[in-house]
């Protein structure tokens, strides 16, 4: 009998063995295994929810969190949807393959490049069991093979749902061994799995900040990863009232325990009066908690519909994951400017403005992987983006930025064509 590293190793090989033809496999048998994917996920819509619902009421029992109580839930509508992201995915373009650059040099080379599968991608991820499916697809469109170890508190779900995965891309002809699963929880295979270079291309670790940390630190083949959104709404003194409304609500509230929710609302001096009751109305419909600065606290005043707290400087640079924003009023954009350079986790960060030259500072001047003009940052989302689905979003500049989706899952090879040309 093997043992779990035994295991690990040879599921590591035969994704290794996989990658090698999944480079060259055709655009057709990826999309045929996608669709059975997004059937199998209606289909089967059962098995999956009482598979998730032994981990809700496990994890409920355990004390966990309500936002993450809200990542690890499953519903026919959130599976409905997932079915359809996986649709997507298929109707994209197989970018695997493609030639460009291409270019003929004075000694008569043409040189170029063909964008290929990166090979082996590892996926280690918390609570999100919907990320099972997201990745797998991703990674197949994009012609990788996958080794994916989900959390333990969501092995039932993920059991289920890589399961499925494998029946399904087997009946359309993908190479066996192309997505791999490994349903043991303990945390020492996570660390030999870090040290599989050899095998492993690219490790996405998606989770909390200590996951993120633990991965990156640990691993021996390159990361991308994610870390925390701390994300901004900036109304500056021109921005339109209507919008800067509706725009911070539903930033904060259509979803709050997602990294790409509002987590500190800053207000223009000059329409702070005027906004702030107005937004603070709104979210007080949907229970926000707003931590306030004092120039907040004196506009808004204690009312008895308003939760008001007293901002400290802890709120400042917080990810909230919740119904419970940060509030600060500025003087300038300047000002604005600096806060988000200084507390901001390079995420996503949004102006509201009528004013164009503000408008293009803010996106000159603001690090970040997205920056909005007038827009809820909610929208930091493969799905979005059109890109189908993500990995994740990576809040690195190296190799990719931002939600990874098909095109960000390869890389490329140099071709180089020649007639007898030799180096003098």
């Given at each position: 009998m093997k043992s779990p590293v035994e295991e690990l190793e040879a599921k590591g090989r035969a994704a290794k063995a996989a990658s090698r033809r999944m480079a060259y496999l055709s655009a057709e048998v990826k999309d045929k295994a996608l669709h059975n994917i997004s059937n199998d996920l209606l289909a089967k819509q059962g098995e999956i929810l009482d598979a998730n619902q032994i981990d809700y009421k496990e994890a409920e029992a355990s004390g966990m969190s309500a936002a993450m109580l809200d990542r690890l839930m499953l519903s026919e509508s959130r599976l409905e949807a997932i079915a359809q992201d996986v649709l997507a995915v298929a109707a994209l373009p197989d970018s695997v393959g493609e030639v460009?650059?291409?270019?003929?040099?004075?000694?008569?080379?043409?040189?170029?490049?063909?964008?290929?599968?990166?090979?082996v991608i590892g996926a280690i991820y918390e609570s999100r069991p919907n990320v099972t499916i997201d990745i797998s697809c991703l990674c197949l469109k994009s012609g990788n093979a996958i080794i994916l170890?989900?959390?333990?508190?969501?092995?039932?779900?993920?059991?289920?749902?890589?399961?499925?995965?494998?029946?399904?891309?087997?009946r359309a002809g993908v190479p066996d061994g192309a997505v791999q699963f490994i349903?043991?929880?303990?945390?020492?295979?996570?660390?030999?799995?870090?040290?599989?270079?050899?095998?492993?291309?690219?490790?996405?670790?998606?989770?909390?900040?200590?996951?993120?940390k633990f991965v990156s630190e640990s691993a021996s083949m390159p990361v991308v990863s994610g870390g925390i959104g701390v994300c901004h709404t900036y109304v500056d003194r021109s921005a339109d009232v209507a919008k800067a409304v509706a725009i911070a609500v539903n930033a904060k509230v259509q979803r709050p325990t997602v990294c790409n929710a509002l987590d500190t609302l800053l207000?223009?001096?000059?329409?702070?009066?005027?906004?702030?009751?107005?937004?603070?109305?709104?979210w007080a419909k949907a229970g926000v908690e707003m931590h306030c600065d004092e120039r907040a606290l004196a506009i808004l005043k204690p009312q008895p519909s308003l939760k008001l707290v007293p901002a400290t400087d802890e709120d400042w640079g917080k990810e909230f994951l919740s119904l419970v924003?940060?509030?600060?009023v500025v003087d300038s954009l300047d000002e604005a400017l600096e806060h988000i350079e200084r507390f901001g986790s390079g995420h996503s960060e949004a102006i509201v403005t009528e004013e164009y030259q503000a408008a293009m500072r803010f996106l000159n001047e603001v690090d970040a992987a997205c920056v909005y003009v007038n827009a809820s940052t909610r929208f930091t989302d493969g799905g979005q983006f059109g890109l189908g689905a993500e990995v994740g979003i990576s809040t690195q500049k190296l190799h990719a930025r931002g939600p990874l989706g098909v095109r960000e899952l390869t890389t490329y090879k140099w071709i180089i064509f020649g007639s007898g040309q030799v180096r003098s």
């Open positions: 460009f650059d291409m270019r003929t040099l004075p000694n008569g080379l043409q040189v170029g490049k063909k964008r290929v599968p990166l090979g170890r989900g959390g333990k508190e969501a092995i039932h779900s993920n059991s289920a749902l890589a399961k499925l995965v494998q029946q399904a891309v087997t349903d043991n929880t303990d945390r020492a295979l996570v660390d030999h799995l870090l040290r599989m270079n050899d095998i492993i291309d690219l490790i996405i670790p998606r989770g909390g900040a200590g996951l993120i207000v223009h001096a000059a329409l702070a009066e005027r906004y702030l009751p107005l937004v603070a109305a709104e924003a940060a509030v600060k």
